[in-house]
């Protein structure tokens, strides 16, 4: 049975049907309501695309209320304790799992791929040692695109394909070597039949952590995490990933920008600040007093809350129960005796429970890159290199859908009318 609702316009009456579509409304049949003195319709406001939706997708689901996410279908949960990361990026770029002959083509054109021109390394090496990584991987990223000019051609299905095996397989290295840069060691040379994160820790040296018990976990841990990390619908990165793309841009261009957004503290930088805050709480016995700073708006609670999950993040109650598997051979970090102090306080208070502010993926993820030695400025490269397959999965998409055009919003304008220039003299 099809569904509509009708806009009355109050001045004159005059009424719009718009028809529902998967619980939304095409946003054009607004300008069917000339509100405008010149006739221009009625467009709607929405800071922050709050509750706005700019591309039907069939990549990742999110029930906010129910604290459920899945990939394509299948739970994060089980994935992220049955699955791969490489396989997940198969997922999320193919729109099913990969069967075993499917995966075995996956990792080896990714591996064949993997290749990093001299002259990144070269462009790495020039920045301080002391610079941002994102930073440096920002600069990297758009270096990379002019090394390989086929990428403009984004409307040729083989050469997204190619670029989306390269930037697999290149952005690791790249992070491998920024890490590497900035503690001033060399990196060590790729390895093919190390595997995919294997290869990665293998080349930043392992973040320092050596014993037959300390690499094995480090592993796993990274796996799993680079798995909840993969993707998450329509976040500030993939929306700036897709605003890009949707001028065709290349696909290094796009990251670089979906990078960059990610660079920010609300969004990819928050597992730093909750760190940041854990420090300055510095002990349960403040717990508190810091959250009734808190309520009274004189601090800000990091890792808690989210845009869309009213629940318990998922990717939160996972990371969370990793962090005790990590602890058990790195030694724990006294960080989560306040963490769970912290999360155990507020969620037995009434203001947060009536504003349904949980933890979040950014609450425990710090606490275990701390534990295993990573420097926290270094954070947010990993969350950039697990979230890479979905961005470019969402790439891909966009640009296979009809529907799509450049993103161009609209704006209210308030400025001043039309008015006279005064030259300099007369002013």
């Known amino acids: 049975m099809s569904?509509?609702?009708?806009?009355?316009?109050?001045?004159?009456?005059?009424?719009?049907?718009?028809?529902?579509?998967?619980?939304?409304?095409?946003?054009k049949s607004l300008q069917k309501l000339r509100v405008a003195q010149d006739g221009a319709g009625l467009v709607s406001y929405d800071p922050g695309y709050q509750n706005t939706a700019p591309a039907i997708s069939s990549i990742t689901m999110i029930d906010g209320m129910a604290g459920k996410l899945l990939y394509r279908g299948y739970p994060i949960e089980v994935l992220a304790v049955e699955s791969n990361y490489l396989e997940v990026a198969f997922l999320l770029n193919n729109g099913e799992l990969p069967s075993t002959a499917a995966a075995a083509r996956w990792r080896?054109?990714?591996?064949?791929?993997?290749?990093?021109?001299?002259?990144?390394?070269?462009?790495?090496r020039s920045f301080p040692r002391d610079a941002h990584p994102m930073g440096i991987l920002i600069s990297a990223l758009g270096a990379m695109?002019?090394?390989?000019?086929?990428a403009k051609e984004v409307l040729d299905s083989d050469v997204r394909r190619r670029q989306v095996y390269r930037l697999l397989g290149q952005l690791p290295v790249v992070a491998a070597h920024i890490y590497c840069h900035g503690q001033g060691i060399e990196a060590e040379e790729p390895k093919a039949d190390d595997g995919y994160i294997?290869?990665?820790?293998?080349?930043?040296?392992?973040?320092?952590?050596?014993?037959?018990?300390?690499?094995p976990a480090i592993r796993a841990a990274m796996?799993?995490?680079?798995?909840?990390?993969?993707?998450?619908?329509?976040?500030?990165?993939?929306?700036?990933?897709?605003?890009?793309?949707?001028?065709?841009?290349?696909?290094?261009?796009?990251?670089?920008?979906?990078?960059?957004?990610l660079y920010g503290p609300l969004h990819g930088g928050a597992n730093e600040a909750v760190l940041r805050m854990l420090e300055e709480i510095e002990s349960a016995d403040h717990v508190e007093g810091f959250l009734q700073r808190v309520i009274n708006r004189e601090a800000l609670l990091m890792g808690f809350g989210?845009?869309?999950?009213?629940?318990?993040?998922?990717?939160?109650?996972?990371?969370?129960?990793?962090?005790?598997s990590v602890f058990e051979v790195t030694g724990a970090n006294p960080k989560i005796d306040l963490a769970l102090a912290l999360e155990q306080t507020a969620l037995g208070m009434e203001y947060f429970q009536v504003r349904r502010l949980y933890p979040n993926v950014d609450f425990y993820s710090g606490i275990i890159y701390q534990a295993l030695g990573i420097p926290a400025d270094y954070y947010t490269v990993l969350f950039g290199i697990a979230r890479a397959?979905?961005?470019?999965?969402?790439?891909?998409?966009?640009?296979?859908?009809?529907?799509?055009?450049?993103?161009?919003?609209?704006?209210?304008?308030?400025?001043?009318?039309?008015?006279?220039?005064?030259p300099l003299e007369q002013r």
């Open 198 to 215: 294997g290869n990665f820790l293998r080349m930043v040296r392992n973040f320092g952590l050596e014993t037959a018990e300390e690499v």
């Open 389 to 422: 397959a979905g961005w470019l999965a969402h790439w891909q998409e966009q640009l296979e859908d009809p529907a799509q055009k450049i993103a161009r919003p609209k704006q209210i304008y308030r400025g001043p009318d039309e008015r006279a220039f005064v």
């Open 306 to 324: 989210h845009r869309v999950y009213k629940n318990m993040d998922p990717r939160a109650t996972l990371i969370k129960t990793l962090a005790y």
């Open 3 to 27: 569904q509509s609702v009708i806009l009355t316009d109050s001045h004159n009456r005059t009424q719009v049907e718009m028809p529902v579509i998967d619980g939304a409304i095409p946003a």
């Open 223 to 261: 796996n799993c995490l680079f798995i909840l990390h993969a993707d998450h619908e329509q976040n500030c990165s993939t929306t700036a990933m897709r605003s890009i793309g949707s001028s065709h841009a290349d696909p290094y261009s796009s990251m670089a920008g979906a990078v960059a957004a």
């Open 108 to 124: 080896e054109e990714i591996q064949a791929h993997a290749t990093l021109d001299p002259f990144i390394v070269d462009l790495i």
């Open 145 to 150: 695109g002019t090394l390989y000019p086929e």
